[in-house]
Structures are given as C-alpha cells and as structure tokens.
Nanobody
Framework: QVHLVESGGGLVQAGGSLRLSCAAS????????IGWFRQAPGKEREFVAG????????RYADSVKGRFSISRDNAEKMVYLHMNSLKAEDTAVYSC??????????????????WGQGTQVTVPS
C-alpha cells in the first residue's frame, strides 16, 4: 500500500513555472507507476503525465507536452511535476496517483488505486 501527499501548488502568473511534489510512504515505492492528474471546476479529472516505476518511461497529455516534465527519485520516494509556460487553462487541482507497474503507463483514472488529496494550481487569466 502507498500513501501519497502532494505539495507545491499555488498562484502563478501566466507564463510562470511551478514544481509540484508527490511524497510517498509505504513499502515497495519503486514498483509503482505514478500518474499526475488534474481536475478543473466543472470538468472531469484528466491525465496529465505519468512515469514508470523505474523512471525510464514517461507519458504526457498532448495539452502539456513540451511544457511539463515528470521525474522521480525512488530513494527519496518522491515524484515531481515540473510545470513551465503555465496557462490559465492549467488551473486545476492536481493529484498524484499510484498503481503497481504495468507494461505501459496508464492514463485512466480507474487504473490507479492510490491517490493523494490534491494541491491547487491557479493561473489567472
């Protein structure tokens, strides 16, 4: 089992940057794929980025490719989402999620068993 806690959200102007952190506790963190998801008001939760258990593979939503980068430190049980060139449409609650590693990094909310509480990112228009 994995317990996840996000941090690093806040208010940032358009074009700015933020780094979100996802701290994990529990055993066998290095056997879990991690995904970042976001949910804007009135919208469904959507996949943003994912990283494999080893860190060798990553996957991004088209809307964030080239602007966001995901990384992890298995020794520290941390996953990061580096967000650059932020836009108003990036405003959402961002959550990290974990699931036992699989052949490919999954994008569906239902594929992940463990979730953090989320952190708010606000980019004023």
């Amino acid at each position: 089992q994995v317990h996840l806690v996000e941090s690093g959200g806040g208010l940032v102007q358009a074009g700015g940057s933020l780094r979100l952190s996802c701290a994990a506790s529990g055993s066998s963190f290095s056997t879990y794929d991690i995904g970042w998801f976001r949910q804007a008001p009135g919208k469904e939760r959507e996949f943003v980025a994912g990283i494999s258990a080893s860190g060798r593979s990553t996957r991004y939503a088209d809307s964030v490719k080239g602007r966001f980068s995901i990384s992890r430190d298995n020794a520290e049980k941390m996953v990061y989402l580096h967000m650059n060139s932020l836009k108003a449409e990036d405003t959402a609650v961002y959550s990290c999620a974990a699931e036992r590693t699989y052949l490919v990094i999954r994008r569906s909310v239902g594929d992940y068993s463990y979730w953090g509480q989320g952190t708010q990112v606000t980019v004023p228009s």
